[in-house]
């Protein structure tokens, strides 16, 4: 097996690094990252291509985002019992072109900023009386923020 | 329950569309009825009109479809000639001025700012010199396109008759005039993969294959490629191979198969490279041979792929730029045009340079580029002194012949960013800015507005795609970006790998990669090679934003503009919708 150094070309203190978890690299070899006083290194250790299999894509961003996209740019959350990260996010309110039986909500937080969440969209189904009444509470609540803002200002 | 739109083209498609066109033309754009204008426009497209976006809407882009990008001699100025005369609107374009043509990477023709009450003059203009807008959109066969060079340029097998033969068959031909969405086809002479096959419908690429103790040369069949709505697809190979004399009854019957299994219920859905994830190659070639042709189909022959150099990592340009020798020993001069679009006095003088110097044929490639073709080589010096040359080089700077942009919010409805004109000042930036590593001389960054993928951002090695972010409290136009996408014997979409970069932090960002890449560079490992070898920790540590000597005038919000570069940019001040002399019909704002 060979080791070479990846990145940053000079190690300043190499003893006292701690190795982070292997991972595998596109072209099929294997890769640790070690870090030392903030600074990380990267070591590729195994060359030979012929044995790994290929590595699954980088995600792309599940919804589609053009000009008809309800919002492009919101701050989004996700909390889990364990830990809780926050994302730009992207929120589409839509109904299906086949069969438009029922109002589709759609919310994806921005995969690049998602250290713990796996890479999704979450998509909600309602029925017009759903939309409409999730309409009507954004609307109460949006005067609430409306009159608030006003106040404060 | 069918689609509104698939209701819209059961009542009237195709063909008939045309005199619908020209009555509205005759009684003017106000005349189409509020609540039949979303049919009539969706209609439109087949005769291949968009109306433009929000805040231009009486106006239309008009695209021109030029099988395999060829202009035969006096259709340049023909089209410089209707540029000039129809298509300015109320606006300027600070880079490129009131009059331009774009040329696509579809080898098409897109012009912009045309009022619906001048279509039928234009058509005219068109037909009467062999040009034609129909089927350049909507859900039909669109513009053939392959290597530009076809015919002229070494071949393995001659493409240039077939896609005429397809053109011809397939344009106007009520079986196949109403699909259930768009059918964009590539046919391949080249042995070099420069027809880009793998992104299209349906694909024709070159083979051979022994038959009754004969080597027959021909194409191998693959279908279900595109890069549309965050599902890019390379074709698949389907197990046929065709004569390039029956590749119009393939087509024939690929295209049928199509419209009678096609999804008409979803339109999301509706591409054929859907159709094929759900049947996979064996069963599609299965329901072609029984159902849908009444000959033999021959299985697949040898390909070519092992050969396939253009936009495979390399350093091949395979673009086309530059003079080449043409198998008649004349020569073909491909000049940059930067995101092409060239202004119409600029088309109107290309059209006179490709006179004095060639044949005058103009031939557009699948890269936004212009070929000079047929001259001979007493004239060559001549033609590469004239001061066109010097806007529209034989020899630009990699990243001047690297950059593809598509239409973005100046005129789109579905872009959420600027992208012409900014990729332009990009271009600009990072050549006088940034030094490529040694011996990199291709580099292709591509910039689309949206996930519509018109800039065919997934086959570039930088993939820029519009998205929006928040800086300094601001909203602002940002990018995305991927890495290390491209064609070749073994395609490899971008991965994205970047999101939410504000624009004015990309060319800064692109400075550092290329940093990254010198300094990591294994040997003489390319660009795509490097980002292959990356894991995904890397990969994003690669994008690298920050701010540098380059500034963004279009930072803000433009398409919540009525046109980003006019004066008062606002919504309100807004002149359309405007009657058939450019004038308002409505206060701008009541």
Known sequence: ?153 | MPTDVERWKSEIYGNEIREHLYRFAESGWESIPDDESDAWFERFKWWGLYQQRNGQESYFMMRIGTPNGVLEPGQTEVVADIAKEYASGPAENPEFGDTYVDWTTRQSIQLHWLKLEDIPEIFEKLESNGLSAQQACGDSWRNIVGNPMAGKAPEFVDALPVIHELNDRFKGNEDHSNLPRKWKVSVTGAPDGSGQGDINDLAFEPAFKEIDGEEVRGFNVAVGGGLSRNEPRIARQIDVFTRPENAADVAAGISALFREHGDRENRYNARIKFLMDEWGPEKFRRVLQEDFVDFELETAGEDLREQYTYNAGGEEHGDLIGVHEQRDDKYYVGLNVLVGRMGADDTAELARVADTYGSGEVRISQRQNVIITDVPEENLDALLDEPLLENYSPDPHPFMRGSVACTGTEFCSLSIVETKNRQVRFARWLKQNVELPDGVEDFHIHLSGCTASCAQPQIADVSLRGMKTRKNGEAVEALDIGLGGGLGENPHFAEWVGQRVPVDEVPGAIKNLLATFEDQREGSETFREFIARQDEDELENLIEPEETSYEDPMMHNTKLTWYPYAENDSMDASPAPTDGDGNPLAPADD
């Open chain 1, 1 to 153: 097996m060979s080791l070479s150094l990846l990145s940053p070309p000079s190690p300043s203190s190499l003893q006292s690094l701690s190795p982070s978890s292997l991972c595998r690299r596109r072209d099929g070899t294997t890769a640790f990252t070690m870090l030392s006083r903030g600074q990380r290194y990267r070591f590729a250790v195994d060359k030979d291509k012929t044995q790994a299999p290929d590595m699954l894509p980088m995600p792309d961003r599940l919804l589609s985002v053009t000009a008809y996209t309800t919002l492009d740019l919101l701050d989004g959350e996700a909390e889990a019992h364990e830990f809780t990260e926050s994302a730009y996010a992207v929120v589409n309110a839509t109904a299906p072109r086949k069969q438009p039986d029922h109002v589709k909500l759609e919310v994806e937080l921005d995969s690049t900023q998602l250290e713990q969440l796996t890479p999704h969209a979450d998509r909600i189904r309602l029925t017009p009386e759903e939309a409409r009444t999730l309409a009507a509470d954004l609307e109460k609540y949006a005067e609430k923020v409306d009159a608030y803002l006003a106040d404060e200002s």
